[in-house]
């Protein structure tokens, strides 16, 4: 695969990831929850490393963050296949 083409499909990922992030954050003004969200950063960093890695792992395996790495996973082996291979 050239050069050309693999910056074009890391760069159509990029975008994908940062609109798909750019969403996760509206979606986290719109309805609210971005003080509790920050509230829970600055406790968790607080309490250390065991605490943080506990907590995300809480997070990516609840419904609201499983379902966006499923479509993220599926996207990447699309790219994966359609570009790269």
Excluded: D
Aim: aromatic share 12%; hydrophobic share 60%.
């Amino acid at each position: 695969m050239s050069n050309l083409k693999l910056k074009r499909v890391l760069m159509i990922s990029l975008i994908v990831l940062g609109v798909i992030g750019c969403l996760l954050l509206s979606y986290l003004a719109a309805t609210g929850a971005w003080g509790w969200t920050v509230t829970t950063i600055e406790s968790l960093i607080t309490q250390g490393p065991a605490a943080i890695i506990s907590a995300i792992l809480a997070v990516l395996f609840s419904y609201y963050c499983l379902i966006p790495l499923v479509i993220i996973v599926l996207y990447l082996i699309f790219v994966y296949f359609v570009y790269i291979r």
